[in-house]
């Protein structure tokens, strides 16, 4: 029966024309290997590179390991294991043989960072926890030098003659190291992708790589606003001088996009014109098609930086007012020392009457802080390409920006709404320091006046009547000036001398009453 089956395979064998039996392919679609037998048939032509050749299927993590388990076990087979007298002589030649005086002291960065994977020792830390320690660090030093008097044993004992010398017939094999690695056949597909991006996106182009360099280095923290200034200011400005400073800082970085940046990059095209002239077409008859990609993907990356410093620039701006998001509602009874960082804007308190109004009002302030976002996005708008600086005949091209209606702005704006109308509820709530004091905002006073002159009343009666007014003009000159409140800062002093001139023109009237009727007194 073996003798009909190897003849059977021997006659396979020579029917293809093989003198022995063919090795066995490595996949179920190869055909057999042929390299040994190079002579017997012609050589095959060459594939051309543009026909795929089927992929074998990738080995399973079983598979892998069963390969490994089968290494493992020829050697087992190769080196036996150590025997008792192998082990201590081993042993003795890494304990004794090699003294620890010529070795690498432990590197002092190593052992610091040990100790800083450990719990911060504290005062009232235990002994027992203290002794722990001191037993960790000097096992950590006595596996050090273990491991490097093992490692230069090992090293010598690879040397055949120095087993044999020192009667060493095998040594301990370390635990074997089995790395699977999945199955994922990913090459092919990533040098399609590759080929792709550098035809068509250009992400892997040198000229990118120097742009986002450029960038990084030197633009990336430029701000339309910045914060350092802002804070340098002498807050709290008034609404007109917030949004002027805003402006000049817009227009300061636009310049310097203009002037510094875009050239810059334009330069760069010049220096390294190599990379990118091959692109356009040397006859007029083809369309330019290679160079007008690669400089759209150069303008998608310049709007990308001009988008992101946009964003942060909004950012920031949205930061410097939500340092007053918890508001200003100060509840019953209003404390100054409540509200102790510095305010942003100041609004003054006027006299419209009858009533006590906000300058601006609260309108017109969102009006000016609206305007302040857009004021960057503004200023980022309209920059040229730079095909722009490469090709005078090429204009109207520019870089894309963020759009005021885009939901990453609408959500600043609405945050900062929201931080707004938390901070206009204690300058409400503040104006009923002057209920108390409407009735000089609606006449009411004056003719209470009028009425008690009308009235005929002692000296007595006179002097009280002008004491009363003394008292109240004094109780709203002590009136505070300024009212910190989170965000704003309220200005009272106009209101406040509105109304004492008010209490003023009261007490004079009662005076020249009286002064005009002692004078028809003495008249008579």
Known sequence: MQMMEDDSIYNMSQSRGYPVPPPLPMACNAEPDTSPHASLSPRPKSRSRHVRTPRSRPMSPKEQLDIMNSQEEKRKAIQADPNEKDLKRYMYYITTGVPSSVLAPMPRQQMMSILRLLPPETEDCSKHLQIMRANLEEEVKRDYYFSLKESIVDYILMDPSELQRLSISSIPKPFPRRVIRPPVPWAASYKETHMWQSQHLFTVSQIMVLLQDVWLNRFSSLRFVRLEDLFSKSLPLLPSEFEEFVQRQCQNTREQLLQTWLPHCAS?????????????????????????????????????????????????????????????????????????????????????????????????????????????????????????????????????????????????????????????????????????????????????????????HSLDGFRTKIDSVNHLWKEIASLRVTVPMSMFCLYAGKLNDDLCDRAEKLKDQIVMFEVEENRELNKG
């Open 268 to 456: 760069l095209f010049e220096t390294f014109e190599y990379l990118w002239l091959p692109l356009i077409p040397k006859s007029e008859d083809l369309a330019p098609f290679s160079v007008q990609q690669f400089f759209s993907c150069v303008a998608a990356l310049m709007s990308l930086q001009l988008r992101s410093l946009v964003q942060d620039s909004l950012q920031d701006l949205l930061y410097f007012f939500s340092i007053h998001e918890e508001g200003n509602d100060f509840g019953e009874v209003f404390d100054e020392m409540t509200y102790v960082q510095r305010q942003v804007l100041l609004v003054k308190l006027q006299v419209d009457e009858p009533h006590i109004d906000f300058s601006p009002s609260f309108q017109e302030l969102w009006e000016f802080i609206n305007r302040a976002f857009m004021e960057i996005i503004k200023s980022a708008e309209e920059l040229p390409r730079v095909e722009c600086f490469l090709f005078p005949d090429i204009q109207n091209l520019y870089l894309r920006t963020i759009s005021p209606d885009e939901s990453l702005v609408t959500n600043f704006i609405d945050k900062a709404k929201d931080i707004l109308h938390k901070n206009t509820v204690g300058p409400t709530k503040y104006l009923n320091e002057y209920k108390k004091y409407s009735n000089l905002l609606d006449h009411s006073a004056k003719q209470e006046i009028s009425a008690f002159l009308e009235e005929k």
